[in-house]
């Protein structure tokens, strides 16, 4: 029990409301290079794979980032893809034991809404629990408001939301 305790996937959950409508909200996040775009800069995000990435079941994603200073690379794979409703990616090389990341877009009333659930896990057991408390989980937040508030700015309200 203890040591499901100090192992846990954690989980973040977040939607926002765009002015947007759907087919341009969608197609915006089904351009990885706009994934520099929407990252703090000062993980020093930058894409890997060369272009053009075809967004598809099976597509892997590479790219380098700095985390607090250390450098890592990431690998993704996109494992699901539904054109126009959502995709999911999971780190398949990277900082942490598990990470999946569902985006989600829902047609609204003057807009689109963008949910975003990741699931998480450290490495490490107990250490990577103890890190998750100290640091990780206000990093993973902090991450996620940027982007946020940069969607905000990249898709601002336009004359299509009609």
Known sequence: MAAAMLDRTHRLER????????????????????LEAVTPPELRFRILTPSPIEMRPGAIID???????IPFRWRSEIVAWE?????????RKGP???WEHTHSFEAADGGTIIHDSVRYRLPFGPLGELAHRARVRR???RIFDYRQSVIERVLPPGPSTG
């Open 15 to 34: 939607s926002q409301f765009v002015e947007r409508p759907l087919p341009a909200v969608f197609a915006f996040f089904s351009d990885a290079r706009n």
């Open 63 to 69: 790219y380098e980032l700095r985390l607090h200073g």
């Open 83 to 91: 054109e126009g409703r959502r995709f999911v990616d999971i780190q």
């Open 96 to 98: 942490y034991a598990l």
């Open 139 to 141: 990093d993973v937040e």
